[in-house]
């Protein structure tokens, strides 16, 4: 996989992971182009469709688009498959995942996905491996943020 976008049906991008070396400026442009044509085409079209030298998946869930572009001889239906893998797991960490969870937890929308794919390619195909790594790094942020909090409590009330 070379990327993979989320953006709303507005065009408005809420997610992107580039697995490929570009600028800012070839990032910015491909997504302005990649939004536009997935959003102009109609709901009843392919999910697939080749774009320069790529072929684009996508799948709409609710308000969200899911886009990835893979290489030419890579197969479109895995790609849709890892798609849907990937918004059931967001489905089982967020309780049915809306486009506002993607915006205010934008965090844990990408530590799902690391914890799911690796250089665009699938590192760990157990849903529930990957809901237990992720529920373990919650656990040691949560330990470290409460340990964070006493000290400088406890470093407040030392210099009464």
């Known amino acids: 996989m070379q990327f993979m976008l989320l953006f709303s049906r507005q065009g408005k ?7 490929v070396p570009l600028s800012d400026k070839e990032k910015k442009k491909i997504t302005r182009e990649l939004v536009q ?25 609710a308000s969200l688009y899911f886009c990835c572009a893979i290489e030419d001889q890579d197969n479109e239906l895995i790609t849709l ?8 797991l967001l489905d089982k ?10 915006i205010f937890n934008f965090e844990k929308a990408y530590f799902i996905l690391d914890e799911f ?14 809901l237990k790594a992720i529920e373990q790094a919650d656990l040691l942020q949560e330990k470290t943020e409460n340990m964070y909090h ?9 210099a009464y």
């Open 13 to 19: 991008l809420r997610l992107q992971k580039w697995y």
């Open 117 to 130: 794919l690796l250089g665009g390619e699938v590192q760990e195909t157990s849903k529930k491996n990957v």
């Open 81 to 88: 498959e890892i798609i849907h893998r990937y918004v059931e």
């Open 93 to 102: 960490y967020f309780g049915s995942v809306c486009e506002l969870d993607i």
């Open 150 to 158: 006493s000290k400088s409590f406890i470093g407040y009330k030392k």
């Open 37 to 61: 044509t997935v959003l102009a085409r109609k709901p009843k079209m392919c999910s697939f469709l080749e774009w320069r030298d790529l072929k684009i998946v996508y799948k709409r869930y």
